[in-house]
């Protein structure tokens, strides 16, 4: 569904960056045959994603379909803002008479210069931050206690192992994860999607099967699991991973981790009562989505979330902050503390801006143990 929404949404860019060109620009042959080829490519390297990439091995076959697509969504976007402002822009000049401005705003060279220039500016930093992974780190304090002073947590999520994290970003993955020493492993959804290859999925159980730690992995579903073409819970219960599926688990030391459904249809107290779990230890939620963070004030003492990717398309960056209460980062919720990964990866289109791709550690003190 996601994938029609996307094909959907760049064939109106299209319809739309078409609409505003002027009609005297597409007299020229070669401006006919560029733009023909242009979307034709593009529009083929979704589809291929779409209905193809699954067959493929990680190599360079798969990676020149996806950095296609990622050129394509890109020049597109920005070409259909340049279109818009142009046409307000050649009527605004067009008004007042600015005769110089009217002359570049036609310009069919100064257009096309400018869409691969502002694509390029905005690429460079934004390809950097999605295939360069690093380690962020939150130190924060709870006013509970259990049987140790400190808990690390290491969360990892938005994998979409296959046209998101290459094979080689798996490695760095467990790299940052084992160097980080966690107490505990939560892996936060959409760790394969419908590009997602066997040969995927068997490296993802191999890197996975590396990680170690005091108490174990745990791992709450995403909303792109439901279009994976093999089932991943078998490759996590060989990795040993534990899922958590509206459901949770008391750690030996007293803290509660309680793992959500995609869906969030299950509050957290119903949870923690069906899975009798001490309302009063510390707990930690883990659900994919940010929606409803501010519900679990006085229920959760930690929300962790993915989902967002940080801010992944263009002008992404300036829209989420209206969009949800909190796109990445740390937040609180009265005494609760909200923290969303940016993800290990994208979503089949490898820019990240501001944020970057991250192996999240958070380091809790226990408030009570120190008195």
Not at 251 to 261: P, Q, T
Request: aromatic share 10%.
């Amino acid at each position: 569904m996601m994938w029609i929404l996307m094909i959907a949404a760049l064939a109106a860019m299209s319809v739309l960056t078409i609409l505003q060109t002027p009609r005297e620009w597409f007299g020229n042959r070669l401006t006919r045959v560029l733009v023909i080829v242009f979307h034709t490519i593009g529009i083929a390297s979704i589809l291929l994603i779409l209905f193809a990439v699954y067959r493929m091995k990680d190599g360079v076959l798969r990676e020149i379909i996806i950095w296609t697509e990622t050129f394509y969504f890109t020049v597109s976007a920005f070409a259909l803002l340049l279109s818009v402002v142009r046409y307000f822009g050649f009527e605004l000049a067009r008004h007042f008479k600015h005769r110089k401005i009217l002359k570049i705003l036609s310009s069919q060279t100064a257009f096309f210069l400018a869409a691969i220039l502002i694509s390029a500016v905005y690429m460079i930093p934004s390809v950097y931050n999605a295939t360069t992974l690093r380690t962020v780190t939150y130190d924060i304090q709870l006013e509970k206690s259990c049987a140790d002073d400190s808990l690390s947590i290491a969360v990892i999520s938005d994998f979409h192992v296959g046209a998101g994290a290459r094979h080689s970003e798996m490695d760095q993955m467990v790299q940052l994860v084992q160097a980080a020493k966690p107490d505990v492993i939560l892996i936060d959804g959409d760790i394969c999607d419908s590009s997602s290859s066997v040969s995927d999925m068997e490296y993802m159980e191999k890197a996975l099967k590396k990680l170690d730690c005091r108490y174990g992995i745990f791992y709450a579903e995403g909303n792109h699991e439901k279009e994976c073409r093999f089932d991943p819970e078998p490759y996590l219960r060989r990795a040993d991973v534990t899922i958590l599926k509206d459901c949770g688990v008391m750690l030996e030391n007293g803290v509660n981790i309680v793992g959500r459904r995609n869906a969030l249809k299950v509050g957290v107290k119903q949870i923690m009562k069906d899975c009798g779990l001490d309302t009063e230890a510390p707990t930690i939620v883990l659900q994919h989505r940010t929606k409803g963070l501010s519900r679990l004030e006085g229920v959760a003492d930690l929300a962790i979330c993915g989902h967002t990717h940080g801010y992944a398309f263009p002008f992404m960056g300036l829209l989420m902050p209206y969009q949800r209460d909190i796109s990445f980062g740390h937040r609180m919720y009265g005494e609760t503390h909200a923290i969303v990964s940016a993800g290990v990866a994208e979503w089949g289109y490898r820019t990240k801006w501001p944020s970057q791709s991250d192996v999240t550690v958070i380091n809790i003190i226990f408030r009570e143990a120190e008195q």
